[in-house]
């Protein structure tokens, strides 16, 4: 998922100062600091055994059957080119998914559903490179078939086997370190459940070491059984090597604070980790770009600015699936004009100015259900019973069928399949007004469908909490987007859209 994920300790100068000189600057020591990125060996191991379980599934697999049917079912060249081509695409599909992603803590379902939907993608790929090269009368359905499921039992079996060993098992005694964390804040809060919530780490929380008064909210804790000191016990207790690992996670804004127990930890042996409170700000689609060892924090982003790759695979999804759409309602879509032009007069097509991506005005077509077309500064949403909605029209609304004309938009490309529905240009301008980070919704392009549909947020807006909580799936839906959430919220819109009463 686009989270940010600090796994390593931000290297701070132990300047006095606030500014660094040019002698500073231009020093070794200081040209030298940089930033590295987490890489873990375990990764490293999992992607191989990865690799070996979709080659020798596929090998198991023509050996399994080639013992009931020796003479049909033999290994050759053919299928050991496809064992490769699918091991590649695999951990293509796996990398692109962060499988092998270090983010610790996560739950063992999000992991599966990364590893099967990684190896569901992979297979598709195959179904289209099977088609392209005319090659599927050269093999067996039964072995690929065979394949598929061998292959995503043990990828399962073995990522949730390797869940329980590394991240649920405890450690043994010996491998106990005590953590201690430096400021009783929400943050350092939030570190210890995740110490709890990961034995496997082998840390044991010693307590919280803050001198700063309980005043104005500024101490997150008071409980005494935690609290164990102030800093200069800190600084007693690190020196007497009572404490292994040490979490500053003071507020940014005690820079100089900050910097002066850094310095005199560095008298110690402790492990010491600075925790920047980036969750004080609302990250919309958070990355940690390097520059050269240099972190940069995205704090107000889209998915596809550092992604190139996720750009392309979202316009070719798009592309794709509405060219396929297109061609199975092309039919009903003529049933559907036709019943728009003789329920009412007035235009088949109602085209509608919305803001697209990075707040642009597009032009989004729909069905005419309605004896008005408002288009201006002041456009009335739909209510239950609108005396403007005819019979046919809310036939139309009630099963999206006005909708269709979108997948037009789609492959124009000013619209996706799955993103923040857009609102009419006058209700933008309204509720940007009322809603905090409203617009950050158009950092992406608008929808057909979205996660805030698929979960119950569809139909008027009459309160501002609707639309508070239509724009907090919005912005959801961007942080965590991917290529599989995206598929997700398609599968669950085919139900949804059947069984939805707010649809009027």
Same mark, same amino acid.
């Given at each position: ?31 030298? +600091? ?6 873990? #060996? ?20 023509? *050996? ?10 033999? @290994? ?31 739950? *063992? ?9 990684? @190896? ?16 599927? &009368? ?11 499921? /061998? ?5 399962? +079996? ?8 590394? %991240? ?7 491998? +106990?370190? =005590? ?20 034995? /496997? ?41 009572? *404490? ?13 604070? &900050? ?81 728009? =032009? ?22 989004? @077509? #729909?069905?005419? +259900? ?53 609102? /009419? ?44 909580? %239509? ?9 965590? @987007? ?23």
């Amino acid at each position: 998922m686009n989270s940010i994920e600090s796994n390593t300790p931000t290297s701070i100068p132990l300047s006095e100062s606030h500014a660094f000189d040019q002698n500073a600057a231009n020093s070794p020591m200081y040209s030298s +600091t940089m930033v590295r990125p987490h890489q873990t #060996k375990q990764q490293a191991l999992v992607r191989v055994v990865d690799s070996c379980i979709v080659l020798l599934s596929l090998w198991l697999s023509v *050996l399994a059957l080639n013992k009931y049917w020796p003479t049909q079912y033999d @290994w050759n060249d053919l299928y050991m080119t496809y064992g490769f081509i699918g091991l590649l695409v695999f951990q293509f599909f796996a990398e692109y998914n962060e499988v092998y992603s270090s983010w610790r803590g996560s739950k *063992l379902s999000n992991q599966l559903f990364r590893i099967i939907g990684s @190896w569901m993608l992979t297979l598709a790929a195959m179904l289209v490179l099977f088609f392209f090269t005319q090659t599927a &009368v050269d093999t067996s359905r039964l072995i690929i078939a065979t394949w598929s499921v /061998a292959a995503m039992f043990l990828l399962v +079996t073995f990522h949730a086997s390797y869940y329980y060993l590394a %991240r649920v098992a405890s450690p043994a005694e010996k491998n +106990t370190l =005590k953590v201690g964390i430096v400021g009783a804040t929400s943050l350092g809060h939030r570190l210890v459940e995740s110490f709890a919530s990961m034995p /496997a780490l082998g840390y044991k929380f010693a307590g919280y070491y803050d001198d700063r008064k309980d005043d104005d909210g500024r101490c997150f804790l008071t409980d005494n059984k935690t609290m164990q000191g102030n800093l200069e016990q800190l600084f007693e207790d690190a020196q007497a090597g009572k *404490l292994d690992v040490i979490y500053v996670t003071l507020p940014m804004a005690a820079e100089k604070r &900050v910097r002066e127990i850094l310095d005199k930890l560095g008298n110690t042996t402790a492990t010491v980790f600075y925790v920047p409170d980036l969750f004080a700000f609302n990250l919309i689609s958070s990355r940690c770009v390097m520059m050269q060892g240099i972190p940069c924090f995205s704090i107000y982003g889209s998915p596809f600015d550092q992604e190139p790759l996720d750009s392309m695979l979202k316009r070719f999804e798009d592309i794709v699936l509405s060219s396929i759409i297109l061609c199975l309602i092309a039919l009903p879509m003529l049933f559907v004009a036709i019943g728009v =032009k003789l329920s009412s007069p007035g235009p088949i097509i109602f085209r509608q100015k919305r803001y697209g991506a990075d707040g642009s005005e597009i032009n989004v @077509w #729909k069905f005419r +259900t309605m004896s008005v077309c408002e288009n201006g500064a002041k456009v009335t949403q739909a209510t239950r019973n609108d005396p403007r909605i005819k019979p046919y029209g809310a036939f139309l609304r009630r099963y999206s069928l006005d909708e269709l004309p979108q997948f037009i938009n789609v492959l124009q490309g000013c619209m996706s399949i799955v993103g923040p529905r857009p609102h /009419a240009v006058s209700h933008n301008e309204q509720y940007r007004k009322e809603i905090s980070q409203y617009m950050l919704r158009h950092k992406v392009k608008p929808g057909i469908t979205g996660l805030a549909q698929v979960n119950g947020c569809r139909g008027e807006t009459d309160t501002l909490d609707k639309m508070e909580r %239509r724009v907090v799936y919005d912005l959801r839906f961007i942080q965590n @987007w991917s290529l599989l959430l995206d598929l997700k919220i398609i599968f669950l819109t085919i139900f949804k859209v059947f069984h939805d009463p707010d649809a009027y």
